[in-house]
């Protein structure tokens, strides 16, 4: 699959980052992880702890799939609202779901990052949701309402308070704490490092091309004719876990995104809080630790690669237009250095998942679609530790394909 394409930005902050061998020998071990983005990432990281033998491979480099197109937004409330979770699964799981996401930002904060070598990049941020239209206002108030009731950090701004504090002026908005913004292709490799330090063993460009199921474990082959036996398997492969069990849930659009040249003076962008909004497919903003722009959305319903690549160009120019509506001081002081579009992964109920299929024995599909697919990896790859160690997990029925928790459905 054709994941990304464009002048990518990620891979050059970090042009020394550590290359790993292919597999060229049989081996056996209790967990493969196949796949070595953000979910494979945090799956080796979370599981080098318990003592188990793990393996992590992937066909590519190390971190060079979505990960490498991911903008780094973290935040505990993303695609859909908690209004709108509960809605949809009742307030039980729709509070549960968003109570877990904030859980995340904060073992990322206090115990993965300082756990790591590198910083991967992480910043605690604030981040702006503002209303698109003045139609949205009172989803926004509706919003604020609930978050407060169930004790989430987050300010209601007034249009005043919005163009008291930055370039633009909007109907109103919120602002919730304890968001994040990352480098995604350092956070990966700084996870894997830990992991390895720890014992896990990584292959790169090894490309699983044939497997058999059996009830008791998995032997993965690969293209150089080596095989991996392992009691359990781990699919983090992202968007690309489409081809092989296509989860009706599921679907994959295009996205993109630009990354500018260094900005000197963004004095009115208070705090250098994240920035999205109501509209859907919504536009995004943040800045990077080099003081760049990176602004992203502008999505199409197309899964094909070359009707995706065919709109960079345009795409490019329409978010640097988009970018100076909102900070009109900007006019001929940026460009775009780096810019690309990108497959994304959504799901229709606005829940990411974890697939368990009678077809495959003993194996797990992380599926962490969505715009907070870093905080999800997270959630999912805490999970599957777990199920791997003790058979359950409290939280997993929010996460399993099937929804069984949904009113009715139980």
């Not at 993303?78 to 996401?101: M, P, W």
């Not at 082959?221 to 699919?235: L, P």
């Not at 260094?262 to 497919?281: D, F, G, S």
């Amino acid at each position: 699959m054709d994941l990304k394409t464009g002048k990518m930005f990620w891979s050059e902050t970090y042009k020394d980052a550590p290359n790993y061998p292919e597999l060229t020998e049989n081996i056996d071990c209790d967990v493969c992880i196949v796949g070595s983005g953000s979910s494979g990432a945090h799956c080796a990281y979370f599981l080098a702890e318990t003592g188990l033998n793990v393996v992590l491979v992937d066909k590519r480099d190390i971190g060079a799939g979505s990960t490498m197109a991911n903008t780094g937004l973290l935040q505990y409330t993303n695609d859909k609202t908690l209004t709108s979770y509960i809605h949809s699964f009742g307030e039980k799981a729709g509070v549960r779901h968003v109570q877990l996401c904030l859980e995340a930002m904060k073992v990322l904060e206090h115990t993965v990052i300082p756990s790591l070598d590198g910083d991967s990049d992480f910043r605690k941020r604030q981040s702006l949701y503002f209303a698109s239209s003045k139609e949205d206002v009172p989803m926004l108030k509706e919003e604020y309402q609930n978050l407060k009731k169930y004790g989430f950090p987050v300010d209601y701004y007034t249009k005043e308070e919005i163009a008291d504090t930055f370039s633009f002026s909007k109907s109103a908005g919120l602002v919730t704490s304890n968001d994040a913004e990352i480098n995604p292709f350092k956070h990966a490799h700084d996870l894997i490092q830990y992991a390895v330090n720890k014992g896990v063993r990584v292959y790169g460009h090894t490309n699983i091309n044939g497997k058999i199921l059996k009830n008791n474990h998995t032997e993965l082959f690969t293209s150089y004719g080596c095989s991996i036996k392992a009691k359990y398997v781990i699919f983090a492969t992202g968007y690309e876990a489409q081809e092989e069990v296509n989860e009706q849930n599921a679907k994959v659009v295009s996205s993109y995104a630009i990354a500018t040249n260094p900005v000197a003076n963004l004095a009115n962008w208070k705090e250098a809080m994240m920035i999205w909004e109501t509209a859907r497919p919504y536009l995004y903003a943040r800045q990077t630790v080099d003081n760049r722009i990176i602004i992203g959305g502008l999505d199409e319903q197309t899964r094909y690669s070359e009707k995706r690549d065919s709109m960079i160009i345009h795409k490019r120019d329409e978010l640097l237009d988009k970018l100076v509506e909102l900070f009109p001081e900007l006019a001929g002081q940026v460009k775009a250095d780096y810019y690309w579009g990108a497959s994304f992964g959504e799901t229709h109920d606005g829940l990411p998942t974890i697939g368990m299929y009678q077809d495959y024995p003993n194996c797990y599909f992380l599926l962490g679609y969505g715009g907070n697919g870093t905080v999800y990896s997270v959630i999912l790859s805490q999970i599957i530790t777990d199920l791997i160690l003790k058979g359950t997990h409290p939280d997993l029925d929010i996460y399993l394909k099937e929804r069984s928790f949904i009113k009715g459905t139980a």
